[in-house]
């Protein structure tokens, strides 16, 4: 089982740039596949990128391409988000997720574990 504890998230400027951040527990969090994914109020949780076992492969939804990167130290069970000019459409939950079928998926439910995730505002 693996344990998320994202932190990081804040109010920003619109143009301005926050990093998330993610801690995993478990000696096991090599084997995962890890994403993010956002919700704002009285929406679906969307995808927002994901990256695999090795750190490879990061893929993004086109609304953050160009803007936030993903990545993961395995050393230290950790992954980030940094997002950069950020926009107000980009204000809401965000949460990391863990996928231990390593797919890369973009669907929520084919991920197992979630953090309790952190809140990005950015005000126009």
């Known amino acids: 089982q693996v344990q998320l504890v994202e932190s990081g998230g804040g109010l920003v400027q619109a143009g301005g740039s926050l990093r998330l951040s993610c801690a995993a527990s478990?000696?096991?969090?090599?084997?995962?596949?890890m994403g993010w994914f956002r919700q704002a109020p009285g929406k679906e949780r969307e995808f927002v990128a994901a990256?695999?076992?090795?750190?490879?492969?990061?893929y993004y939804v086109d609304s953050v391409k160009g803007r936030f990167t993903i990545s993961r130290d395995n050393a230290k069970n950790t992954v980030t988000l940094q997002m950069n000019s950020l926009k107000p459409e980009d204000t809401a939950v965000y949460y990391c997720a863990a996928d231990r079928t390593s797919s890369l998926s973009s669907r929520p439910y084919d991920y197992d574990y979630w953090g309790q995730g952190t809140q990005v505002t950015v005000s126009s």
């Open positions: 478990g000696r096991t969090f090599k084997n995962y596949a």
């Open positions: 990256i695999s076992r090795s750190g490879g492969s990061p």
